[in-house]
Nanobody, 123 residues
Framework: QVQLVESGGGLVQAGASLRLSCTAS????????LGWFRQAPGKEREFVAA????????SVADSVKGRFTISRDNAKNTVNLQMNSLEPEDTAVYYC????????????????WGKGTQVTVSS
C-alpha cells in the first residue's frame, strides 16, 4: 500500500520560513517524480513545485519562484519543500504527490497523494 505522509506545516508570520517534508512508502521511490500542490479555501488545488525521479530536473510555479525550493533524498524516500519569505497568500493545505517517471506540472498524472499539511501565514 502506497503512503505519502506530509509534515512540517504550521502557523508562522509573514516573512518566516518553513520546511515541509513528505515521506513515501510502498513504492519504488526513485522511479517516481514528486510534486507539491496546495489548496486554499474556496480555490482549486494548484501546482507549487515538482522534481524528477533523479532530482536532476525541478520546476516551480511562478508565484513561488525565488522563494520555494524542492529537493529529494532517494535514500530516505523523502521530498522536501523549503519555503522562505512566506506571504499570507501562501496559506493553504499543502499536498505531496507522486507520478511515475515523468515530471508533471498539473494534477493529472499524479497517481498517489498525501493527506496534506496546513500552512498558515499571518500578516
Amino acid at each position: 500500500q502506497v503512503q505519502l505522509v506530509e509534515s512540517g506545516g504550521g502557523l508562522v508570520q509573514a516573512g518566516a520560513s518553513l520546511r515541509l517534508s513528505c515521506t513515501a512508502s510502498g513504492l519504488t521511490f526513485s522511479t517516481y517524480a514528486l510534486g507539491w500542490f496546495r489548496q486554499a479555501p474556496g480555490k482549486e488545488r494548484e501546482f507549487v513545485a515538482a522534481i524528477s525521479w533523479s532530482g536532476g530536473s525541478t520546476s516551480v510555479a511562478d508565484s513561488v519562484k525565488g522563494r520555494f525550493t524542492i529537493s529529494r533524498d532517494n535514500a530516505k524516500n523523502t521530498v522536501n519543500l523549503q519555503m522562505n519569505s512566506l506571504e499570507p497568500e501562501d496559506t493553504a493545505v499543502y499536498y505531496c504527490a507522486a507520478r511515475y517517471r515523468t515530471i508533471g506540472l498539473v494534477k493529472t498524472g499524479y497517481h498517489y497523494w498525501g493527506k496534506g499539511t496546513q500552512v498558515t501565514v499571518s500578516s
